[in-house]
């Protein structure tokens, strides 16, 4: 059973342009979380989604960052016009979720963001 | 609302010395509690959990027993290895919300 994938591993961007970082859960897994990791530093909740639904976007910063969760396909966060400050690495992780609720998340190895 | 507070790090250690990360968390109701670590440039790994009261969990020498009345679940290996380098994040979740404390890096040298 494949864990959660995320891809690309690294991706370094110009200030300004999108970025777009996939993810791909746990097969059966409804629930998808993203989060930041800056060097030396603990994680950043900022997105929870469930299938083609936003359950809880308030790790997010209002501009310039989405998220989606479509019903075929992985979830995706994107970035627009990237500043220097968007430089980490963001991680993905997925749950069971409905009974499961309490079930741990499983996590994928991150992409690692730089921005020029 | 819920959260974690774990002890802060950074912690060195002896090879085949014991260790001790400790970790307390508020929460409402019956959350599961879990350990988690981070080898450089990797995802967060499960590294054990614990359900409910008194359960306690292990895996690869590891150890952390949920105790409701002092609400904790302290990590502890008896005998480190050079290979348990890395951050080890405890948390916590219920009804799919997960928290988790701020990582405690452990240094192990031989």
């Known amino acids: 059973n494949a864990g959660v994938m995320q891809n690309p591993r690294h991706l370094v961007r110009r200030r300004g342009q999108e970025a777009r970082l996939r993810c791909s859960p746990v097969k059966g897994h409804s629930h998808v979380y993203w989060y930041r990791q800056l060097p030396e530093e603990g994680l950043k909740f900022m997105v929870y989604l469930q299938k083609e639904n936003i359950i809880d976007e308030s790790g997010m910063p209002k501009e310039r960052f989405s998220a989606e969760f479509p019903k075929e396909g992985p979830s995706i966060l994107r970035i627009q016009q990237v500043v220097r400050g968007d430089s980490a690495a963001y991680f993905c992780?997925?749950?069971?979720?409905?009974?499961?609720?309490?079930?741990?998340?499983?996590f994928g190895d991150g992409t690692r963001l730089s921005i020029l | 609302g819920d959260s974690v507070t774990q002890m802060e790090g950074p912690v060195t250690l002896s090879e085949e010395a014991f260790l001790t990360i400790n970790c307390t968390y508020t929460a409402t109701g019956y959350p599961s509690l879990f350990w988690y670590v981070q080898y450089p440039g990797e995802g967060l790994q499960l590294l054990l959990k614990a359900t409910k009261a008194d359960d306690k969990g292990s895996n690869k020498g590891f150890e952390a027993t949920y105790r409701k009345e002092t609400t904790s679940f302290h990590l502890e290996k008896g005998s480190v290895q050079v290979s348990d380098s890395a951050v080890y994040f405890c948390?916590?979740?219920?009804?799919?919300?997960?928290?988790f404390g701020a990582g405690t890096r452990l240094t192990v040298k031989p």
């Open positions: 948390a916590l979740k219920q009804n799919n919300d997960m928290r």
């Open positions: 992780a997925s749950s069971p979720g409905g009974q499961n609720s309490n079930q741990p998340q499983h």
